[in-house]
């Protein structure tokens, strides 16, 4: 039975919904996914500046051509719009007689492909038998808004059940892909990277003791450790692919067969991955590396080695967040590079450390064992730009440091850029990273709220 309470999601659900097509697809796939009845189809409506847009969503979607309307270069002809959706919304009527509610969608597209697609669906010539329902969703209350030609318009947040965002299918969205190995989703060797997050700690916190400050020497345990994985493991792990034109990790076949010397790896480190690895003091078999730490590809276990520990840490943590709607589809490792590119020009396009979902938003983490306030500043604002590009107005960000005052990144950043979308966590809360994550949602949430009620 179709609702007729306003306040319910089902009366505004449609048979037909035109979804007008932006540069980020996103708000267009959950508005397809949670606005149309059962056996409701969205139309697409492009022009020739989305349409690339218009061909990712298109196949994500799985719908065919008969589902679109095309402006092209009329995206700012108040004519050509309003012919374009009046000539869709005849064809319809007359192909599905006992399908009579439509709407839009107007997050997306041009200002003018708003306005003359909304008095299109208006235009009494069309002689619809049910209200148009028209609809916007809004990145800073987080929900759908619902125009009333009677009244305020009504904000009713998504029902995030109707969705399920995998991390590829935005991706897809965007036109990118994983490179090779799909994101990490489960931690490995976590006693090894609590150890080893325990003893960076140590060793930041004595140099500042011993040089009276934040922008500490690197300590030559961690100095010795770098030099290691850069002169030992890197020469005999990495290499330049000539026929590919890229640098990459040799073959598994090849790596299968390394074994790297630990003689000149610092001793305190060598200690804590001996039991994980199952190595010995001197010698750091890769393939026993792997099958004893439970790795699915050798390259994984070096990955790990050069600083991947603490992905793996935070990825831990990730998992322990208990807030409402939950997180998921939560990984490790996103190194993405673009649909179109040729199998020979598969560089990275860009890398997140550690990223999930919520509902419809992307959170994206980018981690460092740096404490230096210019190496974590330049982590953020990269983090930064990539999630925005993928999740828009909607996307969260967390930069995850060594740094004692992570605060005073954060101002830095938000003088900059006013968005309160982001947060930085130091030292102090790396031990309790999921706890830490949980309380800025929970205060996201809140705002979110004030802002509701402020409307």
């Given at each position: 039975m179709?609702?007729?309470?306003?306040?319910d999601?089902?009366?505004h659900?449609?048979d037909?919904?035109?979804l007008?097509?932006?540069?980020?697809?996103?708000?267009?796939?959950?508005?397809?996914?949670?606005?149309?009845?059962?056996?409701?189809?969205?139309?697409?409506v492009?022009?020739?500046h989305?349409?690339?847009?218009y061909?990712?969503?298109?196949e994500?979607?799985?719908?065919?051509?008969?589902?679109?309307?095309?402006?092209?270069?009329?995206?700012?002809?108040?004519?050509k719009?309003?012919k374009?959706?009046?000539?869709?919304?005849?064809?319809?009527?007359?192909?599905?007689?006992?399908?009579?509610?439509?709407?839009?969608?107007?997050?997306g597209?041009?200002?003018?492909?708003?306005?003359?697609?909304?008095?299109?669906?208006?235009?009494?010539?069309?002689k619809l038998?049910?209200e148009p329902?028209?609809?916007?969703l809004?990145p800073r209350?987080?929900?759908m808004?619902?125009?009333?030609?009677?009244?305020q318009?009504?904000?009713?947040?998504?029902?995030?059940?109707?969705?399920?965002i995998?991390?590829?299918?935005l991706?897809s969205?965007?036109?990118?892909?994983w490179?090779?190995d799909?994101?990490i989703?489960?931690?490995k060797?976590l006693?090894?990277?609590n150890?080893?997050?325990?003893?960076y700690?140590?060793?930041?916190?004595?140099?500042?003791?011993?040089?009276?400050s934040?922008l500490?020497?690197?300590?030559?345990?961690t100095?010795?450790w770098?030099d290691?994985?850069?002169?030992v493991m890197?020469p005999?792990?990495?290499?330049?692919?000539?026929?590919?034109?890229?640098?990459?990790w040799?073959?598994?076949?090849?790596?299968?067969?390394?074994?790297?010397d630990?003689?000149?790896?610092?001793?305190?480190?060598?200690?804590i991955?001996?039991p994980?690895f199952?190595?010995?003091?001197?010698?750091?078999?890769?393939?026993?590396?792997?099958?004893?730490?439970?790795?699915?590809?050798?390259?994984h276990?070096?990955e790990?080695l050069?600083?991947?520990?603490?992905?793996?840490?935070?990825?831990s943590?990730?998992?322990?967040?208990?807030?409402?709607?939950?997180?998921?589809?939560?990984a490790?490792?996103f190194?993405?590079?673009d649909?179109?590119?040729?199998?020979?020009?598969?560089w990275?396009?860009?890398q997140?450390?550690v990223?999930?979902?919520?509902?419809?938003?992307?959170f994206?983490?980018?981690?460092?064992?740096?404490?230096?306030?210019?190496v974590?500043?330049e982590?953020?604002?990269?983090?930064?730009v990539r999630a925005?590009?993928?999740?828009?107005?909607?996307?969260r960000?967390i930069?995850?440091?060594?740094?004692?005052?992570?605060?005073i990144?954060?101002?830095?950043f938000l003088?900059?850029?006013?968005?309160?979308k982001?947060?930085?966590?130091?030292?102090?809360?790396?031990?309790?990273?999921?706890?830490?994550?949980?309380?800025?949602?929970?205060?996201?949430?809140?705002?979110?709220?004030?802002?509701?009620?402020?409307?």
């Amino acid at each position: 039975m179709t609702s007729t309470n306003p306040l319910d999601w089902e009366y505004h659900q449609v048979d037909h919904l035109f979804l007008l097509i932006g540069e980020n697809p996103l708000p267009n796939y959950v508005a397809a996914k949670t606005l149309l009845r059962e056996g409701g189809k969205p139309y697409l409506v492009y022009s020739e500046h989305t349409f690339e847009a218009y061909k990712r969503l298109k196949e994500v979607l799985d719908i065919t051509e008969e589902e679109k309307v095309e402006l092209w270069n009329n995206e700012a002809n108040a004519f050509k719009i309003q012919k374009a959706i009046k000539d869709k919304v005849k064809q319809l009527k007359k192909d599905y007689p006992k399908k009579t509610r439509f709407g839009l969608n107007y997050t997306g597209g041009t200002k003018a492909m708003a306005v003359h697609a909304y008095q299109a669906l208006l235009d009494p010539e069309l002689k619809l038998s049910e209200e148009p329902r028209f609809s916007y969703l809004d990145p800073r209350s987080l929900q759908m808004m619902f125009d009333r030609n009677n009244g305020q318009s009504i904000g009713r947040p998504v029902p995030t059940e109707k969705l399920d965002i995998k991390g590829e299918t935005l991706f897809s969205l965007h036109g990118l892909r994983w490179k090779g190995d799909k994101p990490i989703s489960e931690s490995k060797c976590l006693d090894a990277a609590n150890n080893l997050i325990d003893l960076y700690l140590k060793i930041i916190e004595n140099n500042e003791k011993q040089y009276h400050s934040s922008l500490s020497k690197v300590d030559e345990t961690t100095r010795e450790w770098q030099d290691w994985c850069k002169k030992v493991m890197t020469p005999k792990t990495w290499e330049y692919k000539s026929d590919k034109k890229y640098s990459d990790w040799k073959d598994e076949e090849v790596l299968e067969k390394v074994e790297l010397d630990l003689t000149t790896a610092p001793t305190a480190i060598k200690d804590i991955l001996i039991p994980c690895f199952g190595v010995t003091k001197d010698i750091f078999s890769l393939k026993t590396a792997k099958e004893k730490g439970g790795f699915e590809k050798i390259h994984h276990v070096c990955e790990w080695l050069n600083c991947g520990w603490l992905e793996h840490y935070v990825l831990s943590e990730v998992g322990k967040i208990s807030v409402k709607p939950p997180i998921h589809a939560e990984a490790a490792s996103f190194n993405i590079v673009d649909i179109k590119q040729k199998s020979d020009e598969v560089w990275d396009k860009f890398q997140f450390d550690v990223a999930f979902m919520r509902g419809y938003q992307f959170f994206a983490i980018s981690c460092t064992t740096s404490s230096i306030v210019d190496v974590c500043k330049e982590k953020l604002f990269e983090a930064y730009v990539r999630a925005r590009q993928l999740g828009g107005s909607e996307a969260r960000v967390i930069l995850v440091c060594f740094n004692k005052k992570p605060e005073i990144i954060a101002d830095t950043f938000l003088s900059l850029i006013k968005d309160q979308k982001i947060a930085v966590f130091g030292r102090k809360d790396i031990k309790n990273l999921s706890k830490a994550i949980e309380k800025w949602i929970e205060k996201l949430d809140e705002d979110v709220k004030k802002y509701r009620g402020s409307v």
